[in-house]
DNA sequence: TGATTTAATTTGATACGCGAAAAAAATAGT
DNA sequence: ACTATTTTTTTCGCGTATCAAATTAAATCA
């Protein structure tokens, strides 16, 4: 049990100011030292001090004034100030059943490259992967016209429990293995700092740095792909609960004693609105010909059939009082419903999302903001590289101020 | 003298030292200095600097040694330090339906009186309520020989949606309005710090000062009395949500379109486990005379009634359906289930929490440790003094480092 | 050209916390 | 009894971070 983590009083894991600066940079993309100032509550003085470090390690550069500020046109023009992006090269990477996607992005999170290797098969062994992961990284770094050693840090995204502070993988359905020590075996066989976590932090971490979700510090994302997936964050960190096995939103319970589930219990909400489960309540139904096309199932109900359309029928109203639940716990500010997949389109629906709505006790203040945010292809592979590039930050200001002293 | 008050970066939001080595005694209750230092990872130089001021402040101090401390007997003696209960007098105020329940406790936490003040009706406007608040702190004051003026802050638990960030009431079935600045009109008419919070997050508050989650920075309070309460402390703040309506679990749904909740909404879990929810059910279940009374049918339940006990036993289990939901969302380390009724038993029973550990998420990792707490009667306005406890420690030692300047 | 405005930097001061050394207060050994 | 040893606490000097105020820089306005 977590007792009280004190945190060695000096620099150590505090926004020890400069990470307060260029976390502030980053977020504005472009801005100047006073707004800086302004916005951090950090002296222009120090303002000043700062971020003439951060240009002398070469992390941060000068841009020329942008064309018309609107109003104020005396005084001295601020000169704006952005991540360097050649600084760093960062490569996310996200394994599927399929295929290893990796994406590399400079240290603006600018996309420089994207790379796909095939899977022998959907589960392996660690080693196998250790080396799928290695081949797949020297692949993108060369279709990128760069080299495996110019990375300065690999984000990698897994689906399963995954304890993100230690790099160790309780379980993950690419792995034939439970509880291996992914993240040592990594760095043993690729000198480069690796990053892991569970896929729906990925994307909120994703969101919080390059999204929706700019520049809050509170805010849930829910994913779909083939499970269902919550990231939780809390003051600006990613929520990880006692064993790193929270959020799992997919198993909360949306019906007692209901749907079996494939994790062996009953009724979670996976159960309903799993793409196994619409095919399972399809079948079950006595629908002519045995169906394992979800998309075709979507089509149809689409096109009228009452059979089909009551199946996603109720699975959307399952997932509205999943959310529902999960917004009358955290009484989020934002909720970003992420997915990919247009089958999973009815559960985004106006129908939905009123459910949602009723659902959630009444204050007289503003609903919490639900948007629904369909990224590419990459979206998971650019989650793994946004964690990276925040590890790689902190590493290197880090480094950057024990440099100094 | 300081012109403009920008806050000074070092004791802005973070526990400036000052308030770590106070928090570090007060959950020892007594310890020597270099304890405080081993625990807190703050060198022995400056805990000497920081406990001499606290202890000039007359926050704490010196005790004679204890007795015997096992094993090393060389050495300087060690000096324990503990707070000291004289330094304020605090008061805890929790309205109920009946009666407004007032505790005083010195700055230790050591009850110095108690006091029981009838109300009038269970619902008042918000003026009454500020007057009655005022009488029954001059009562419990006078009660024990001391004067309103000696209080250094009251704390006050209200039912209901109260965002204790701005003190201010969104809904509290004690009052006939929603939207009240009821902490404006308290400090107008009393001249103390006032601290209010939702019932559940007092609890919550105690626990984590005097209770059973001592030391813990992450936990989970259930409380049950009229409705169901849900007090969440994540990094050793207690987690209010965007509008500060969060932990509304009695309002989480556990049945799609499911019976009827006070609120107007269905299937809220307050709505299976409530009393008022349990009495309905005995009344529709064709009850030879209508029942109203909880005690009656529960020792009706005990007795082998099957129809009372099936009431009881459905009430149990979505319960544990609810409280499962929250742990596979949180994965805490610990749960706390509080409450004072014996009526409410049957929601703590082995059954029960079997049930819940069946429903979460399995790993390979304990599981959390759930822990049934009952309280006295005071345990409301305890609370409540514990979160005033915490706010004048705030201050008090605020403005210590504001003075030392 | 000089006045004005705004941004950025320099300067000097201060608080905080640490490490090392010293002091204090006890016991153990001879 | 007196010295050595052990352990806690305090003192001292230093480095770092930050800030307020003053200064410099770079533009426009009149």
Redesign the interface.
Known sequence: ?????????GLDQ?ES?RQQVFDAIRQAGRIARIDIARET???PA?VTAITSELLAAGLIEEVVPEGDRPGAKRGRPRVSLKVRGAAHLIAGIKITDRSATVILVDFEGKTVGEYDQELPGPVMSAEELVVLVREALTGACAAAGRRLSDLSGVGLGLAG?IDATRNFV??SPALDQ??VELGQMLSQAIPVPFFMDNDANLVAKAEQLFGQARNLS?FIVITIEQGVG?G?V??GKI???????????G??????DGALCR?G?R?CLEAYVGDYALLREANIRGSAQPEDDLSALYARAKAGDAMARSIFDRAG??FA?GL???I??????LVILSGEQMTFDFLYSEDVLNRVK??I??????L?DIRVHKWGDLMWAKGAAACAMEGVSELTIRKLAANAA
């Open positions: 049990m977590a007792a009280t983590q004190r945190i060695p009083h505090r100011g509550q950090v002296s120090t429990l309780h379980w439970r509880n509170d919550m939780i809390i003051d929520y990880r609960g006692e064993r790193g096995c929270g959020a799992e939103f198993h909360t319970k949306v019906q007692l994790c219990q009724g109203r399952m009082m529902a639940n999960v009358n716990i955290f009484d989020p500010g009723e659902s006790v009444q204050v007289d203040a503003p919490p």
